[in-house]
């Protein structure tokens, strides 16, 4: 080994770590509906976890099935977050309403 890091570019990822950061605190500038304002911050959150995934944690290096142990708790989070969505926002989802 070397000791070099095989094409990583550790200032270039935390740097777009800050401005990702920046973006996200800079939109509640614009005065945007707060669903639209939640969902870009949302997005924007994701893809900084994404970056700090694969960057920092190594993931980009490792098997499908490490991949997977990660992906399906998302999913799952993802899930549950949707279907609590009416109760925490006190919205009224038609297609959620029980029938019975």
Same mark, same amino acid.
């Given at each position: 080994?070397?000791?070099?890091?095989?094409?990583? &570019?550790?200032?270039? %990822?935390?740097?777009?770590?800050?401005?990702?950061?920046?973006?996200?605190?800079?939109?509640?500038?614009?005065?945007?509906? *707060?669903?639209? &304002? &939640?969902?870009?911050?949302?997005?924007?959150?994701?893809?900084?976890?994404?970056?700090?995934?694969?960057?920092?944690?190594?993931?980009?290096?490792?098997?499908?099935?490490?991949?997977?142990?990660?992906?399906?708790?998302? %999913?799952?989070?993802?899930? %549950?977050?949707?279907?609590?969505?009416?109760? %925490?926002?006190?919205?009224?989802? *038609?297609?959620?309403?029980?029938?019975?």
């Amino acid at each position: 080994m070397d000791g070099k890091t095989s094409g990583v &570019n550790h200032g270039a %990822i935390f740097s777009s770590l800050v401005v990702l950061a920046l973006v996200s605190v800079g939109l509640t500038l614009l005065h945007l509906s *707060p669903a639209v &304002n &939640n969902l870009a911050i949302f997005a924007i959150a994701f893809v900084m976890a994404g970056l700090v995934v694969a960057q920092y944690m190594g993931l980009r290096l490792e098997g499908a099935m490490v991949i997977w142990i990660v992906a399906v708790p998302v %999913i799952l989070f993802a899930i %549950i977050v949707v279907a609590m969505m009416p109760d %925490i926002a006190h919205v009224h989802v *038609p297609f959620l309403e029980h029938k019975g």
